[in-house]
């Protein structure tokens, strides 16, 4: 399902989006570059097979450079999607990454995907031996804490139609390449009623 | 409701639990603790009164010297309490605190309470000039993220039973101060049926 690319470890192009990522949110020296390059390791996953399957404990975080994933629970059989992980997007569970437990969350390539992943003890590396890293790591976790909060929120809040509406305004760019059915779950309904829901934002 | 303590801003006996509370993450140099007692201030909020309001922002984080606050959200008029915080507990609502919105959850002190706060300012000046300032941060913010998704899975997939037994295991040092209401509203259910489930335990 996967293969790591035997690539030597230096600062090349694939890495070149995630150390841009990076630097948005502190600054990186030319070694620290280096060491970016060497933590994250390239990995390929075929269309359908799991980053981060079922009872498994998430080892690694990832960095999309294309295809994309979905986030998804499996509530006594029905598959129940919460989130998606797009290129230039960091894809990882934490409920299972930082204690290091069993993940009840499935991550799955909804396409062909290549990424950039980093294990559990090289992300502590990067703690360590970038000036920044823990930096880097509070601003990410705070992102992905409010956002969870957020996602939780919305299910219990929104009406159907506000979650696809919300869909619309934060995927535009994945309308296309996520199947109906996908899109249905990420709402919280049938297929059949997002059918009803698009025709009637459509007439109006 | 709240008064400052005018007392000069030097290594106190009321910091002291802090330091450690903190030292048991990092490690922190003289001048350092030095910093940690400038920057987090005595504060006094008397029984009931709110050191979060409704749609108010959250504006610090605090670290609870003595007393106990609750978490809980108005939902149409019913108050859900979904958390304690006690003696030696860092207290925040994050949600609110690190995009600084409007808080849709409320914190109330249950007895008088006396704090350390933190100001959302002064927090990132503490990140800015303790060398592992950030880690810190990154921990604690670990911590509470997966505690919230824990307490949030609990709430919608365990018994109110369990709940309860949960509570006791947690908050056994609480056992005797927190009411009824509260320990029901927090169980998710009526103070009738906590009543019932605290006999059944007996019996066992």
């Not at 293969?3 to 470890?9: F, L, S």
């Not at 990424?115 to 970038?130: A, G, H, K, M, P």
């Not at 996602?151 to 996520?178: M, V």
Request: contains cysteine; glycine residues 4%.
């Amino acid at each position: 399902m996967k293969r790591k690319n035997p690539a030597p470890p230096t600062t090349s192009n694939i890495h070149a989006p995630l150390l841009t990522a990076i630097r948005t949110l502190i600054p990186l020296s030319e070694a620290e570059e280096e060491i970016v390059c060497q933590l994250f390791k390239e990995k390929h996953y075929k269309k359908g097979s799991f980053f981060l399957a079922e009872n498994e404990i998430c080892r690694q975080a990832a960095f999309v450079i294309s295809g994309f994933m979905r986030y998804y629970i499996n509530d006594d059989g029905e598959e129940k999607t919460y989130g998606f992980a797009k290129p230039f997007n960091f894809a990882c569970n934490y409920e299972s990454f930082v204690p290091q437990n069993p993940s009840s969350q499935i991550i799955q390539a909804l396409e062909d995907c290549v990424l950039l992943t980093i294990s559990y003890d090289d992300l502590l590396r990067f703690y360590e031996q970038v000036r920044y890293g823990d930096r880097f790591g509070r601003l990410v976790i705070e992102q992905v804490f409010i956002q969870t909060l957020k996602d939780r929120n919305s299910f219990y809040t929104d009406s159907p139609e506000g979650r696809y509406e919300q869909f619309i305004r934060e995927h535009k760019d994945l309308l296309q390449q996520i199947s109906q059915y996908h899109i249905a779950s990420f709402v919280g309904i049938k297929p059949q009623s997002l059918s009803r829901i698009r025709k009637r934002l459509a007439r109006n």
